[in-house]
């Protein structure tokens, strides 16, 4: 067995340390997880090693029976034993009952009709934190405003960042943002996001806050389309340079989109964003990257994970990101050549290679320049020639 290496924190009081503020947040006691997935059962465990009563819903009652029972989720998790300290229901309302803060870690694509199963059963002052990364399709609504539509009234936060589950359930060190909006009059010390972070934050789990709701939601949602576009290259038989310039380009367009709604440029530059983006699209953990790498090896959509229902929430994305870029009037090109391969079955070697046909740009969004491409064709043979087609 591989071995862990474990964390050893320095003593003495750390600086601008939530829980060295003036008056520390109050801390959630009891936490409700909505979704018994991988990432469902690791935020449980993460939540149960800091201290947190956890209640975990599964709609798979083996699943629920392996929790309580054998102390593993061995569908998702495998052998990792998980902390005490978690009880898992196949009931909503039971896992809801006398919860403090709800995490929702199901799909993007469940998340409405799981918002609206829970309502009934959630008082008005407990939080959901939306854990899952996407933006609905047709609406172009960032998932917090979801469940603001499905649960009115009911305050809403955001946790993402670079997390893949069997690290986090194994308890190796991991970074993520926590983000609410502050009501008026609140500060980053005394609003949601804090009190979240330190109620989640122990040992190797590390929870930083923002107020940018609406920065970590398109950060998140974004760069699972881009780790696709990273595996459709590598797979097509492209090499490090432009697994670099589709990760750079990525980040511009995540930008592009998410200060357009109203997020901001520094947020995408942190964990939810570049952090999020620079290990989905290098490491051959992701379900996006390794989705990408089949097609681009020549598979087709129903053909990748030998046909498994795996989640891979960059080809729902791929259309919500780019349709709702089109409604706001912005380009954005490589989630639309994702989304022309993934949906349109366009050819991956023309499609990339248009990439590289644009007219040229000032490399800043906030220049607005466009220079046209004197060599546009030549471009595209020279990209075609060079994986021999
Ligand atoms: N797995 C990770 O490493 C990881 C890390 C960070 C974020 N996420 C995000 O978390 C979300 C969940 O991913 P996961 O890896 O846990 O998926 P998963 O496939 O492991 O588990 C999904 C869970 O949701 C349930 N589910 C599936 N479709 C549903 C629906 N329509 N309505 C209600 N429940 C449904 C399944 O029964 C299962 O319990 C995704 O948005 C993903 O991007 C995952
Ligand atoms: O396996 P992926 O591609 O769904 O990525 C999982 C997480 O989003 C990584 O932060």
């Not at 009911?154 to 943002?177: I, K, R, W, Y």
């Not at 983000?179 to 190797?204: H, I, V």
């Not at 520094?266 to 490491?283: A, E, P, Y």
């Not at 644009?358 to 060079?386: C, F, Q, Y």
């Amino acid at each position: 067995m591989r071995r862990k290496p474990k964390l050893q924190p320095k003593k003495g009081k750390p600086v601008n340390a939530i829980d060295q503020w003036t008056t520390p947040p109050r801390k959630f006691e009891t936490i409700a997880i909505i979704g018994a997935g991988a990432y469902g059962t690791a935020l449980a465990s993460v939540a149960a090693r800091a201290g947190r009563r956890v209640r975990i819903f599964g709609r798979r009652a083996e699943t629920v029976n392996d929790i309580n029972k054998n102390r593993r989720n061995s569908a998702y998790l495998g052998d990792e034993p998980l902390p005490e300290g978690i009880e898992a229901f196949t009931d909503l309302k039971a896992a809801l009952l006398g919860a403090d803060a709800a995490l929702l870690v199901v799909p993007s694509a469940g998340i409405r009709e799981m918002s609206c199963a829970m309502r009934p059963h959630s008082s008005r002052s407990m939080p959901v934190v939306i854990c899952a990364k996407g933006i609905e399709p047709n609406s172009g609504l960032l998932l917090s405003d979801v469940v603001r539509e499905e649960m009115p009234g009911q305050p809403v936060a955001a946790l993402s960042g670079p997390t893949f589950a069997d690290e986090v359930v194994a308890d190796m060190p991991t970074t993520v943002t926590i983000a609410a909006e502050l009501a008026p009059g609140e500060t980053l010390e005394d609003g949601l996001a804090a009190r979240l972070a330190l109620s989640l934050s122990a040992g190797s789990f590390r929870a930083y806050v923002s107020d940018d709701l609406i920065g970590v939601e398109t950060g998140g949602a974004m760069k699972n389309v881009i780790a696709i576009a990273c595996g459709i290259s590598r797979g097509a038989g492209f090499r490090a340079n432009m697994t670099a310039a589709l990760i750079t380009r990525g980040l511009a367009e995540m930008t592009q989109l998410a200060t357009k709604l109203g997020g901001s440029a520094d947020t995408i530059s942190g964990l939810s964003g570049l952090g999020d983006l620079t290990l989905t699209c290098s490491s051959e953990q992701s379900r996006n990257l390794r989705f990408g790498l089949q097609l681009g090896a020549g598979a087709k959509r129903e053909q990748t994970f030998d046909g498994a229902p795996v989640i891979v929430e960059g080809v729902r994305n791929s259309v919500s990101v780019t349709d709702l870029a089109r409604k706001l009037g912005l380009t954005l090109p490589i989630c639309e050549a994702v989304r022309a391969i993934v949906h349109d079955n366009a050819d991956i070697v023309t499609t990339l290679g248009m990439l590289w046909s644009r007219p040229l740009e000032a490399e800043s969004h906030e220049i607005d320049v466009t220079i046209g491409h004197p060599n546009a064709s030549e471009a595209r043979e020279k990209i075609e020639g060079l994986i021999g087609c």
